[in-house]
């Protein structure tokens, strides 16, 4: 088979477009499901605003995450506290840092409630 081969290649980038298409729909459900218009999640920057909204941290992280280095740490706080969020633990947001593509549709698809922001908090 010719690495140059036009099917192959029309048939990855279809494959790549899919998958896009299948995690903009999870991040939709997640948004919507914390009471956030699901349109936002596809919009970037708002979306990071809108998930700082739903885990219940200040505007200005969003600038935190322009910074290199000091974003990566909030990127995983971001995702540990989604978690906790939706009532889950602290391992299933490692799971959503680690395994995504298996972690984020469970928190879109599954049976998880919204509890508010920083329900591990209480």
Avoid: K
């Amino acid at each position: 088979m010719d690495s140059q081969d036009p099917a192959l290649s029309l048939l990855l980038i279809l494959f790549y477009f899919a998958i896009v298409v299948f995690y903009l729909y999870c991040y939709w459900r997640i948004f919507a499901r914390a009471n956030q218009p699901g349109w936002t999640s596809i919009i970037p920057v708002l979306n990071s605003y809108i998930q700082l909204l739903i885990i219940g941290r200040p505007w200005w992280w969003l600038l935190l995450l322009f910074v290199p280095f000091v974003n990566f740490v909030i990127g995983i706080i971001m995702m540990i506290e989604l978690a906790y969020v939706f009532g889950r633990s602290s391992a299933f947001g490692i799971g959503l840092i680690f395994l995504p593509f298996i972690f984020i549709p469970i928190l879109a698809f599954g049976d998880y409630s919204y509890q508010g922001p920083l329900a591990h908090a209480a």
